[in-house]
């Protein structure tokens, strides 16, 4: 006994076998898609942050450079966001326009255990921060009373 097979049986097969292989296709690329935009997110949230560290880390240095006397003026500084300029008064503007600065001073006390010693000074901090608000780096630095 020998069976016939209608002629549409195998095309309906191989259509079949095309929609699921077209459907997986489509969820790769649709994954490979979703890992490139979130790998190039994480690269500009990366730039941000170097941007906000280098951008703390100079007003830090600027700020260690001030005489002693005007060191507490400093507290509560603030450049919002797009407004930090170089030291000549010139808009920096590139990386540098999606992040602010803000300064605070507080008066500081170091025991140096070894020498069983009070060092009196300034905790300088400069904080970096997004449009948002959002946080981006936080730099401190110890400044001491100089010695009459």
Known sequence: MQVHKHPFHRKGIALLEVM??????TFAVAAITSAIVAGQQQSLEARTTIVASIAAESLLSQLSQEPWETIDSWHGYTEDVGSIVDPT???IGGDWNVIGR???IAETDVFIEPLQVYIVGRTVTVTTFAKD???LAS???FIPEPQS
């Open 20 to 25: 699921i292989a077209v459907g997986l296709l």
């Open 89 to 91: 008064g010139i808009p």
């Open 102 to 104: 803000r300064v605070s």
């Open 133 to 135: 608000g959002r946080e």
């Open 139 to 141: 730099l401190q630095r």
